[in-house]
């Protein structure tokens, strides 16, 4: 009997440091974050052939007053795109296996 096993990539992720993007609005209280790195989680629904994306973006807490501390946070983005930063949304499309 011939078995025939058959494979298809379900997800992948990508993880990047990023520098020089715009702080974004801190969405669990005040201040903002300093980006500096993202983890780009990309999956296949069953059939699709273009990988959907979720989005973790890693950064440096930073008071209202633009002091800069030592707290690192966290935000995710999931769909739909429109609600994400432009250069977020760039960064996944230019990642995209």
């Known amino acids: ?16 440091g990023i520098d020089g993007v715009p702080n974004v ?3 669990y209280g005040p201040g903002y974050m300093r980006p500096t790195q993202v ?14 994306a979720a989005v973790r973006l890693f950064g440096v807490w ?17 769909r739909p795109q429109r609600n ?5 949304a760039d960064i996944v499309q230019a990642n995209k296996p």
């Not at 994400?84 to 977020?88: A, I, K, T, V, Y």
């Open 62 to 78: 930073t008071r209202e007053t633009g002091e800069e501390t030592e707290h690192v946070m966290d935000q995710s983005y999931d």
């Open 1 to 16: 009997m011939d078995i025939q096993i058959v494979t298809r990539v379900r997800s992948r992720m990508v993880s990047l």
């Open 25 to 27: 609005d801190n969405r």
């Open 39 to 52: 983890q780009i989680t990309y999956w296949y629904d069953e059939g699709s052939t273009e990988p959907d």
């Open 84 to 88: 994400w930063p432009g250069w977020l």
